[in-house]
C-alpha cells in the first residue's frame, strides 16, 4: 500500500529542515535514482535524500515510520535485481556520501567503515599498510550495498564472500532505533547472530551504516594464468578435479567461447582465440605460486587445454583482471542495440559441468545469444542473456530462458542466486527453493523488525 499524498509531504519537508540542499525533489535525481543495472521498469522515488550521518538516517527512518512512508536504500545503483526500484515510492536513501574510514587496526587486520566506501577505494587506502580487503564483486559497487545482497566475487574461492569478511554492523532499524552487532574479535558465542542476519537481507530489515570489515595481508606473491580448452565441458571438468586437490587457487574463472569473443573485441585480448578459457589467480610465496600453476597446469593439460601460459607481472595480471571485470559490458557490446539479464546460478561442485554445459544447450535451443561468465571454484556462473532493447517480446523470452536455466540448477540442488539475491528478479523461486514454512519464518522476521513494511517494499516476497 502507498503512502498518502499528504504524508509523503509532510515528510519531505520535515527532512529538508534537517537536511535542506541534501534533499532533492528534482525530476533528473528521481531518475537517477529510480532503478539499478536491471530490466525491471524503473519508478520514481518521491524524493531522494543524501544523508551524512546515522543520525540523518536515524532521523529520516523515524518520521518515515511514523507516517508510513517506503524507504530504499540505494548506494552506487549497481543492483542487477531491483534492489533499489522504489516500486511504491517514497524516499530513496542515498548512502554515496557516506565514505570514510572511521579506524583501522593494522596489527587486528580490521577496519571501520561507512557504507558508501567502495571496494577500490578501501584497497588505495590500505595498500601501504600491507593490507587488502578481497572480496571482489567486479563492479564498482559499495560495500554497504554489498553487505545488503551478501555479495561474492572472484576471489571467493579462496577468501569467502562477504559474510566471512565481516565482523560487525551498525544498524538503523525501521523505526530509527540504531543498533551494534558482532565486534572485533575472530570468534563469540553469546546471543543470536544478528550480525549475519542482516548480511543478505537486502535492506528489507534496516540500513547498515556502519561495517568492521576482517582484512587481510597482500600475498607476497601472485600468480596470474589463462588456460584455453577446446570445450566448455573440458574447462569445467579441469575446474572440479582442481578444487576436489585441494589446490590453494585465489580465483578461477569460465569465460565460455561468446563471452571470450566479446572480452577479445572489447578488451582488445592480442594472443587469444575466442575459445573457452579459464582465468586464474595464485596467492602466497614466490615459489609456491609457481607451484600452484604448475600444478593446475598438468590437470587442465590431462582435460586437453590447447594453451596455458603464467604471468607475475603486474601489467600483465592487471590487464587480464580488467578485461574480466569488463566483461558484462563486453557482452553487451557484443550485440549493438542490446541489452542483456543476467542468470546467477550456483551449484555443488559435483554437478557444475552438468549445470553450466545444460544451461549453454539450452540457450542455444532457444535461439538467443548468451555468454556464460563465473566463479566456477565456488559452483557460481552467469549467464547472460541478449536481447534487443526496446522489445518487450524478446524480454519475456530472455526471463523465460532465466527461468529454465534456474530451474535447471535448483533441480541439481543448487541455488537461483549465489551472489546477486533475490530482490525483484528472483522472487518466485524463494518459495521453490526454501519451502514454505521456512518463508513463513522468514516474512515473521521482517513483520518483527519493520511492522508497518516501509523498508524496500515489495521485495524478496511477493507482498
Avoid at 320 to 339: E, N, Q, S, T, V
Avoid at 392 to 400: D, N, R, V
Wanted: some cysteine; proline content about 4%.
Amino acid at each position: 500500500m502507498n503512502a498518502s499524498a499528504p504524508a509523503i509531504e509532510q515528510v519531505i519537508a520535515s527532512i529538508r529542515g534537517f537536511l535542506g540542499e541534501r534533499l532533492s525533489t528534482a525530476q533528473a535525481m528521481r531518475e537517477q535514482h529510480s532503478r539499478g543495472e536491471d530490466t525491471t521498469p524503473p519508478t520514481l522515488p518521491d524524493a531522494v535524500a543524501f544523508v551524512q550521518t546515522t543520525d540523518e538516517v536515524s532521523r529520516i527512518m523515524a518520521l518515515c515510520h511514523q507516517h508510513g512512508v517506503p524507504v530504499v536504500p540505494f548506494g552506487a545503483g549497481t543492483s542487477l535485481e531491483g534492489h533499489v526500484n522504489p516500486v511504491r515510492g517514497g524516499i530513496s536513501l542515498d548512502l554515496s556520501q557516506m565514505t570514510a574510514v572511521l579506524e583501522l587496526n593494522s596489527e587486528d587486520m580490521d577496519c571501520l567503515i561507512e557504507p558508501g566506501v567502495t571496494r577500490q577505494a578501501l584497497n588505495d587506502f590500505l595498500r601501504a599498510e600491507g593490507l587488502f580487503f578481497p572480496v571482489d564483486p567486479g563492479s564498482h559497487c559499495s560495500i554497504g550495498g554489498m553487505c545488503a545482497t551478501r555479495a561474492s566475487g572472484t576471489n571467493a574461492v579462496r577468501y569467502g564472500t562477504i559474510r566471512e569478511n565481516v565482523l560487525g554492523l551498525e544498524v538503523v532499524l525501521a523505526d530509527g532505533r540504531v543498533i551494534q552487532t558482532g565486534g572485533r574479535t575472530r570468534k563469540a558465542a553469546n546471543g543470536y547472530d544478528l550480525t549475519r542476519l542482516f548480511i543478505g537481507s537486502e535492506g528489507t530489515l534496516g540500513v547498515i551504516t556502519k561495517i568492521r570489515l576482517r582484512l587481510h595481508g597482500i600475498p607476497e606473491g601472485i600468480s596470474a594464468a589463462v588456460c584455453q580448452f577446446p570445450t566448455l565441458a573440458a574447462a569445467v571438468e579441469t575446474v572440479s578435479t582442481v578444487m576436489q586437490s585441494g589446490i590453494p587457487v585465489a580465483r578461477i574463472e569460465l569465460l565460455d567461447e561468446d563471452q571470450m569473443e566479446a572480452c577479445i573485441r572489447y578488451s582488445k585480448l592480442e594472443g587469444f582465440v575466442a575459445t573457452t578459457t579459464l582465468f586464474l589467480e595464485f596467492h602466497g610465496s614466490p615459489a609456491s605460486v609457481v607451484e600452484q600453476a604448475e600444478a593446475v597446469e598438468a590437470v587442465a593439460r590431462d582435460f586437453g587445454a590447447t594453451s596455458f601460459e603464467a604471468a607475475t607481472d603486474p601489467e600483465t595480471r592487471n590487464r587480464l583482471w580488467k578485461a574480466r571485470h569488463d566483461a558484462y559490458w563486453a557482452a553487451i557490446a557484443l550485440k549493438p542495440g542490446h541489452r542483456g539479464i543476467t542468470t546467477d546460478v550456483c551449484v555443488p561442485i559435483s554437478r557444475l559441468t552438468e549445470a553450466v554445459v545444460k544451461a549453454k544447450e539450452t540457450a542455444k535451443a532457444s535461439g538467443q545469444t548468451s555468454c556464460i561468465v563465473g566463479h566456477v571454484g565456488d559452483g557460481n556462473f552467469h549467464c547472460l542473456i541478449l536481447f534487443p532493447d526496446n522489445d518487450q517480446a524478446a524480454l519475456e523470452k530472455a526471463w523465460a530462458l532465466d527461468r529454465e536455466i534456474v530451474t535447471q540448477g535448483l533441480a541439481l540442488g543448487g541455488t537461483c542466486s549465489g551472489e546477486h539475491g533475490i530482490g525483484l528478479g528472483k522472487r518466485e523461486f524463494l518459495e521453490q527453493e526454501h519451502g514454505a514454512e521456512a518463508l513463513s519464518v522468514m516474512r515473521a522476521l521482517k513483520a518483527t523488525l519493520d511492522p508497518k513494511g516501509i523498508l524496500t517494499p515489495g521485495k524478496m516476497f511477493r507482498n
